[in-house]
Structures are given as C-alpha cells and as structure tokens.
C-alpha cells in the first residue's frame, strides 16, 4: 500500500469569522466550494477531542489533522479566550496515513510552541505560514523528509516512519548464510553474542547447531539471527541433503535471459574458476533436478565441473529452485500414540536408579522431551540417622495427604523404621511415576494438535524434538496413522 500526499493546508478559527484556510501547498488545491462542504466538527471537534489525530474521508481522499485548542482569558480575550488551528495534511483514500501521523503531530506541536514563546498563530503572518508548508509538502513528496528553520529560528526535522517487512519466523532446522564476505564485516561494532554467532556461521550449521555450540539461550540467539536477517548481512536456507528433492520456480526462465545472473552463477558453483563450465551445462543440471533424479547422481556425473552444494544453495537463495518439505499430518491418535508412549516409558524405567539408597527421578525425558519423573527430597542432616544407614524420608505429595493409608506428617526429628520409610519411598516414586505417565499423555495429545496438524515439515520437528532426521522421517513413514504429503 502506497501512501500519496497530496496537500497540506493549515485553517485557523476565528469567532467571528469562523474557519478559514491560511495557508495551503499546492496551492489552490482545496476549493472554497471543497473547503465548505466539509464539516465543520472534522476540522474543528470538540474540545475533548483535540490535540488528538483526527481522520475522515471526502470523496477519494483522505485529511488527517491535529486540532489544538489553547485557552487563555487573558491573552485572546477578542477571540472569547479561546484559539484554534489545526494543520491538515490531504491523502488519497486507500493510503496508509499511520505514517504521516508522528510529522502531523510533530508540527502541531512546534506551532504551539511557537504561540506560547512569540504568538505566532495569534498574530498571523501568512506569508510565513505559507513559506513554511511549501517546504514542508516539497520536501516531504520530492525527498521524503524535510529539515527547515523556522520563523522564531528554530529548526525542525520532519520524516514519515517507515513501515518495516513483517518479521520472518527463524527455524531451528535454517541454516544461517552470510549474504556479504566475512571480510567486510567489522566485528568490533558488534555485541559479543553476535560476534560469537558471526564467527559459527559457515553455510552448514543449523541453528540448532549454533545455540549447542555458544551456550547461549535460545531466545538470545534467535534474536540475534532476527536482527542480523533485518540488516541482510545474513539469509537463512534450508538444510542441504543428497536425499532431497527440489522443483525449479519461474525465475529460472529470467536467469536464462541474465547474463550477469548466469556470470555470477557460475563463478560461484564452479570448481575450477569456470573455465570449462558454460551455461547449457548449468542449465542440463537445472532438468536433472526437475526430473527428481537423485542428487548424489548428479553430483558423481557433474564433479568435474561444478559444486552441486553449492549449485543448489546459491539456486534457492536467488530463487530458482525451491525445496520439497515433507508435512506429516496426523489422522488418527491410536497407535501412534501408543508407539510413542511405550517408547517413553521404556526410556523412563531405563533412567530411572538408586544410588545410595537415595531414590532419584529422571529429569530428562524421551526424545518429544516431556518431563517424566521431577521430585524432591527432604534434607535431614539434623537427624539423628546418618545417610549411609537410612533412606532419606521423602517429601509427602498433595495426593498422599488425603489417602487414608498414608502416616500423618513426621517431625523432622522424629525416627522411623526402616521398613516403614522404605515403604513410603516405593510408594512415591510408583506415585511420581503414574503422576509422570499423566502428563506424557497430556502433552502428547497436545502435541498432536500443536505440531502434527501439517503446517510443520519433518525438518522443523526433528530440531524441534531433538531428533535425528532420518529416523524420525521413518518412524513417521512408518506408521499407518500419519499421512505425509510434500510442498
């Protein structure tokens, strides 16, 4: 959506004569016969709408204003106490006004300014107010900012805010590419984490990969990406596998017609400076990859000539080649669910131990990292019983509590017998156990609905579930109850 300006005009009230324009750029642009036909309450609101942004609509175009209203009984005692005027800048309907809305307000308040030090709107010089919205529209629609002085010598810096490009979720299965030579980036203007990142960033790290290496949190390293991605120092790319499939896009047939396109292409993908790799092979390459001929082929037959990585890395940053993801959609809950669960609980009774008579609880879990067993443990170091005699006393669950079966809460000083604390510890960990299972299934038929909905490629949920790729594409194309469809 363009935003047009197409005029400026600034109107002034009068009690006795009422609203009239002072001054406007272009000039003649709004009509006596256009100015009067407006109503009077869009120019001039109620008092507890102004110095506030007011829009309407007239025809095809759209007046954003900023009403003031500055009383003083004293100074405008002619004009019943009151001044009024409101500077109106004149779009076409379908514009974003948003933009102009810090400059409108900006020069609102500038002439208020100016009223209060030397009563410039009171006593009006047209010629001045006229000077001074001829720069402000020229410049605004010939440059796109205006700096000038004005009339009590002050200067002013006007620019319309610039709408930024929505931010682009980053994947943890992306790879990170830098867009520029690592040479021509200076490290020392950056902060330390984005140096760290800058120095782990090679076209082959995912940044899954990065986060393991630098420790970082992860929300700290995503940010860094984002703002690095908005500065187009760097592009983000799929990960690159023999075992993929590509599809050419449109753009291949203006890569045909580009000279420099194919020049830059080649220097770039050729593994011996291009000295034997001419543009029909290249574009021989291209068919082979739109014919779904596996890779690894391609790259046997090709070796000599070029780097098909990077063939196929510079292809989908530019856009001539688009890669295949696989989006696994589940149908039914059954027994894929019982697969995973049964492999949660394998992995959980695996873990699971007793060192010196002190019953642990595994923290990390199956590879959909859901937390299976979490407790804690009461510290009795002011006991009489030592820790190589006895167990440690468990703390009591909230559930424990109400059971009938279950001892009432021990002072810590107070001994019990072995059998009846060995017991009790079976008895929680059996409880934390079942407890544990609960929220597994919980989160599993979350995660159904979350993640295996297909909106999320089998890259982004093997990262996501810390996973091998390879394996986790089987164990889907395994199972009868997930469909799996390519885009």
Not at 250 to 269: A, G, L, P, W
């Amino acid at each position: 959506m363009t935003t047009v300006l197409r005029g400026i005009f600034f109107v002034k009230f009068w009690e006795t004569q009422g609203p009239k324009i002072r001054a406007q750029s272009p000039a003649g642009f709004i009509s006596d016969e256009m100015f009067n036909s407006f109503d009077y309450k869009d120019i001039f609101p109620k008092d507890v709408l102004c110095s506030r942004i007011i829009k309407f609509m007239y025809n095809d175009l759209a007046v954003v204003g900023f009403p003031i209203l500055i009383s003083d009984l004293s100074k405008y005692e002619a004009e019943r106490g009151v001044i009024r005027f409101n500077t109106c800048f004149v779009f076409n309907a379908e514009s974003d006004t948003t933009l102009y809305e810090c400059v409108i307000k900006k020069l609102a308040m500038s002439l208020v300014r100016m009223e209060h030090e030397s009563s410039f709107i009171s006593k009006l010089d047209e010629l001045q107010m006229q000077s001074v919205i001829d720069r402000v529209y020229s410049g605004l629609t010939r440059d796109g900012f205006v700096h000038l002085v004005l009339p009590d010598s002050s200067s002013i810096a006007l620019k319309p805010e610039t709408k930024n490009p929505p931010r682009v979720k980053i994947l943890l299965s992306q790879v990170p590419t830098l867009s520029c030579h690592p040479q021509n980036l200076v490290l020392g203007r950056w902060d330390l984490i984005t140096v760290r990142v800058l120095k782990l960033i090679n076209g082959s790290r995912s940044v899954k990969n990065i986060i393991d290496i630098t420790e970082a949190e992860e929300n700290l390293v995503l940010s860094c990406l984002q703002n690095l991605l908005h500065l187009k120092v760097v592009v983000m790319l799929p990960r690159f596998r023999y075992s993929d499939l590509y599809i050419v896009t449109s753009k291949f047939n203006e890569f045909m017609k580009d000279e420099e396109f194919q020049r830059t292409c080649i220097d770039f993908v050729s593994v011996n400076r291009g000295r034997n790799l001419t543009i029909e092979t290249v574009s021989k390459v291209f068919s082979l990859i739109s014919d779904n001929l596996p890779l690894k082929k391609i790259a046997r037959e090709h070796c000599d000539l070029l780097d098909l990585r990077r063939l196929v890395l510079f292809s989908v940053q530019k856009g001539i080649l688009r890669k295949l993801f696989k989006y696994p959609f589940l149908v039914s809950t059954s027994s894929f669910l019982e697969e995973i669960q049964k492999k949660v609980s394998e992995i959980s009774s695996s873990r699971a131990y007793r060192e010196s008579n002190n019953y642990e609880n595994v923290t990390k879990c199956d590879p959909l990292r859901v937390p299976i067993i979490k407790s804690s443990s009461i510290s009795t170091s002011n006991t009489s019983v030592s820790r190589q005699q006895q167990p440690l006393l468990p703390s009591p669950s909230p559930m424990a509590a109400t059971s009938s079966n279950t001892l009432p809460r021990v002072h810590q000083k107070m001994k019990l017998p072995p059998s009846v604390i060995e017991e009790e510890s079976l008895a929680s960990m059996k409880e934390n156990g079942r407890k544990a299972m609960q929220k597994a299934e919980l989160a599993l038929a979350k995660l159904k609905t979350k993640y295996f909905d297909g909106s999320h490629h089998t890259e982004e949920l093997a990262c996501l579930f810390d996973q091998n790729l390879a394996e986790f594409e089987d164990m889907l194309e395994s199972s009868p109850d997930v469909i799996i469809y390519m885009k």
